[in-house]
């Protein structure tokens, strides 16, 4: 296929996974812990299948299989600082606190396995971090949300979180041929055992029972997010330059904050905006500079 058509396959994924903190709020009631299990419990028959199709090309040891479900711990863990935040903070700024795991990633990385980052981009650090700072409030009388402060730091916690599920499960298909579906559901199934346990022991609104319209939102968030927005991310970005897969993830959170001033009125107050601004602006600086490493190390290779 040409580039042109994995760009309207990874946009389509884009825009879904943009919907997951609008279902997220609109599902409201569940507990965190709650959530986040159905939303990888609901997904599970559906990548189960997908996989069943595709088995045959996937080539990964068991111990890859085992660091991919591994991963889904990290992931279990983030949703649910992810979604204490959005009911904090706000379905909008929440996802753009979240998305700044892609610094985190790279210091992660640096620290983890020796990947260092380029100086370029450990220098916009401070300016990202400005920018979260920001969007807390930092003491404005008009700063959207009911404890924003609270909410930041939940949403900087599952970005840390976020950054090592990644970084996880990357690690677990390093040097193996697999289909996406095939560390995505091994993932999915380590959320969902997480999730569960995690929420048996600690939450005492975790809750097994089927509600509605609750389980409705849940159902939705599996098929949109977990399945759909992630099968067509994975499936196009690995035939796209990397300057295009950073601007094109960039648009998640753009994208989230739109809905979420549509639908739920999030109207941010202007240290927010400020806020905003800065951590994108920063993490599109962030994602061209390391675009133009790795464009740079292909070309002297």
Known sequence: MPA??????????????????????AAGDGSDMTIAFFRAAYAL??????????RGRD?????????AAASGVFLALDLAFW???IRQLGAGLATVIVYVQVVFVALLAWLLFGEKPARRSVALLPLILLGIFLISGAGSADAYGDNPA??????????????LFILFLRQSGKGHDSPPSGPLLDATIGTAVAALL??????PDFSLAPSWPLHGWLL?????????????ITRAMPHLPALDTSILLLGQPMLAILWA???????LGSTQWLGVGLVLVGLLVFNLSKSSAKLTDSTSA
Do not use: K, N
């Open 45 to 54: 028959p559906i990548l189960a299948v997908i996989y069943w199709v595709l």
């Open 220 to 232: 939705l968030l599996a098929v949109v997010a977990q399945v759909v927005g992630w099968l067509t």
């Open 59 to 67: 080539q990964r040891p068991l111990r890859s299989r085992v660091m």
């Open 4 to 25: 042109s058509t994995y760009r309207l396959i990874a946009a389509a994924g884009v825009v879904a996974i943009s919907f997951s903190p609008i279902l997220i709020r």
């Open 261 to 267: 001033g549509m639908i739920f009125d999030e109207s």
């Open 198 to 203: 995690i929420g048996l022991v600690v939450e």
């Open 83 to 85: 979604h204490a935040s």
């Open 150 to 163: 609270l909410g930041t730091i939940q949403a900087a916690i599952a970005s840390v979180l976020y950054a």
